[in-house]
């Protein structure tokens, strides 16, 4: 499944690694900068929430999204609790995975732009003169 939705990424001119267990993606995670993760919770090796929580742990600003055929009402709240940014149920169409990789990269984005303007700004208020405050009645 995993080379098919490497398929459906580079139709849309995205490129995608495969990691076909939950060790090699820990890997391939701590070696190089990934705009998004898509993520199986059925791994041969580990359990899909595990390597959720390690990202989030490690790599907060990378989303993730959560893909599974075995999916339930209860492994999707995991999931969403632990920090995923969606929960896609097996199959889906490529449309559905391309869209969603697209928002998940752009919230992202976003959210990083957010974060330096608040850096910029709390800089800038840390250099204004600091002047007394006078009320008037």
Do not use: C
């Amino acid at each position: 499944m995993a080379e098919l939705y490497a398929k459906y990424l580079s139709a849309e001119g995205r490129e995608a690694d495969i990691a076909s267990t939950g060790k090699d993606g820990l890997a391939k995670v701590s070696d190089k900068n990934y705009d998004a993760i898509i993520l199986d919770l059925n791994l041969p090796d580990m359990d899909g929430l595990f390597i959720l929580r390690h990202i989030q742990m490690a790599h907060p600003a990378i989303p993730v999204i959560v893909v599974t055929a075995y999916g339930s009402v209860g492994s999707a709240a995991d999931a969403m609790k632990f920090g995923a940014f969606d929960f896609i149920m097996k199959p889906f169409p490529s449309a559905r995975l391309n869209a969603t990789i697209k928002v998940a990269i752009d919230f992202a984005r976003i959210k990083n732009e957010l974060q330096e303007l608040k850096n910029n700004m709390y800089d800038n208020l840390k250099t204004l003169p600091h002047t007394a405050m006078t009320a008037v009645p």
